[in-house]
């Protein structure tokens, strides 16, 4: 429906946000559901967030998923905070309350759990040994959800080691350098690359993937390009392979249900979303 000076609004904010599909997703399922609502790119640079945020304290905006580089931030701005966002150190949803408080949520490693779930479902996380490359915020989110999984072997490896030492010893974790990348792979189920290595422009990940346990996952948060060199690597050495694009969609849900009051239709939304790529 068009939407009415009534409608919801909400949206994502980042920097650079002009990337992103969530719009593309969250549009789809407001059309399909009949919902009087927008949702909307925000591109704020960091000097200018947190006024940004304050701004729109009062319930001007439903809420907003939150992307590079802001999420960290957005927790520190929140009047209060769910679990997973305290445990992940960020947030990538934020809700605005019409007294002015401001709400964090983490729905990242849910949209993991379940892009694994989607893409390698006869893969079992709990007591799994999972690879976890990278230190940063998308790596503690991930670790956070395996854990809750019940993942029983986490290995951080980072090409700055005394970052992976300080995300393991926060999450009973063992800390690899990246020179240590074969050791850290050898018997692991799965692996999951949260660097932006692969990425469009970046230097591409290569990684020897024979030191894995049979059956296991090679998981890539990139969704630009979809079909990153190590996930098409995976899949030629027989490993399941899980997307980014799954995991954003899987993180969209819970979002659209807290913004607009209700679960997203089913409808094929990869597919909606894949016209974008």
Do not use: C
């Not at 591109?43 to 439903?62: N, T, Y």
């Not at 809700?95 to 006869?122: C, H």
Request: hydrophobic fraction near 50%; proline fraction near 6%.
């Amino acid at each position: 429906m068009t939407p009415t000076g009534a409608a919801v609004v909400a949206g994502v904010v980042g920097a650079p946000v002009a990337h992103s599909l969530s719009p593309r997703i969250h549009t789809a399922w407001l059309h399909a559901a009949g919902v009087d609502g927008v949702y909307a790119p925000f591109e704020v640079v960091p000097g200018r967030f947190d006024a940004f945020i304050e701004g729109l304290r009062g319930g001007a905006l439903r809420g907003l998923n939150v992307t590079a580089p802001h999420k960290a931030r957005s927790l520190a701005l929140a009047d209060v905070a769910d679990p997973a966002a305290q445990e992940a150190g960020a947030a990538n949803l934020l809700l605005f309350g019409a007294d002015g408080r401001v709400e964090a949520r983490n729905t990242d490693g849910l949209g993991l759990l379940e892009a694994f779930a989607e893409q390698a479902p006869s893969l079992s996380l709990k007591g799994a040994r999972v690879v976890i490359l990278g230190a940063g915020g998308a790596a503690r989110s991930a670790a956070v959800a395996l854990r809750r999984a019940g993942a029983a072997d986490l290995r951080v490896v980072n090409r700055t080691l005394t970052r992976a030492e300080a995300l393991a010893a926060e999450l009973n974790a063992t800390a690899f350098g990246w020179p240590d990348m074969g050791a850290a792979l050898r018997g692991a189920n799965a692996v999951i690359n949260a660097t932006p290595l692969g990425r469009g422009g970046d230097a591409p990940l290569d990684l020897a993937l024979e030191g894995l346990a049979p059956g296991a996952a090679a998981m890539d948060m990139v969704y630009r390009p979809l079909r990153t060199r190590f996930l098409v690597e995976a899949e030629r050495r027989g490993l399941h392979t899980v997307d980014g694009l799954a995991m954003l969609i899987g993180q969209a849900r819970p979002s659209f249900d807290a913004f607009y009051g209700r679960p997203p239709p089913r409808i094929d939304i990869r597919a909606a979303a894949l016209e974008a790529l």
